[in-house]
Nanobody, 130 residues
Framework: QFSLVESGGGLVQPGGSLRLSCVLSGFTLDYYAMGWFRQAPGKEREGVACISSIRSSDGSTYYPDSVKGRFTISRDDAKNTVYLQMNSLKPEDTAIYYC????????????????????WGQGTQVTVSS
């Protein structure tokens, strides 16, 4: 029985920072690309970050323009954990954030969609408001 469990969401003021964590169990992330997605009400699920395997790929990271320079994805394979550091948060960043595992060791690129990933967490709410 595998699982991905996100944590770290909450309420933050515009311009603030938040770090999300995702802990995996039931499988190891060493050979898999990992991603973060978000979904706001009435919107499609949007990829915000992807990181390739360090063990079998090059560990490259990818971000869409909407978050580039503000969000940073990282991984700690020994802890089976992936992180999303979010800085300079804006109200439009408000969404449920999901971590996901991809059944390949590389990210698709700067454009990636939910169908590129096969395993998902339950999500954690991030609200950016004054």
């Amino acid at each position: 029985q595998f699982s991905l469990v996100e944590s770290g969401g909450g309420l933050v003021q515009p311009g603030g920072s938040l770090r999300l964590s995702c802990v995996l169990s039931g499988f190891t992330l060493d050979y898999y690309a990992m991603g973060w997605f978000r979904q706001a009400p009435g919107k499609e699920r949007e990829g915000v970050a992807c990181i390739s395997s360090i063990r079998s790929s090059d560990g490259s990271t990818y971000y869409p323009d909407s978050v580039k320079g503000r969000f940073t994805i990282s991984r700690d394979d020994a802890k089976n954990t992936v992180y999303l550091q979010m800085n300079s948060l804006k109200p439009e960043d408000t969404a449920i954030y999901y971590c996901a595992a991809r059944g390949w060791d590389y990210c698709p690129g700067t454009v990636f969609v939910p169908r590129d990933f096969g395993s998902w967490g339950q999500g954690t709410q991030v609200t950016v408001s004054s």
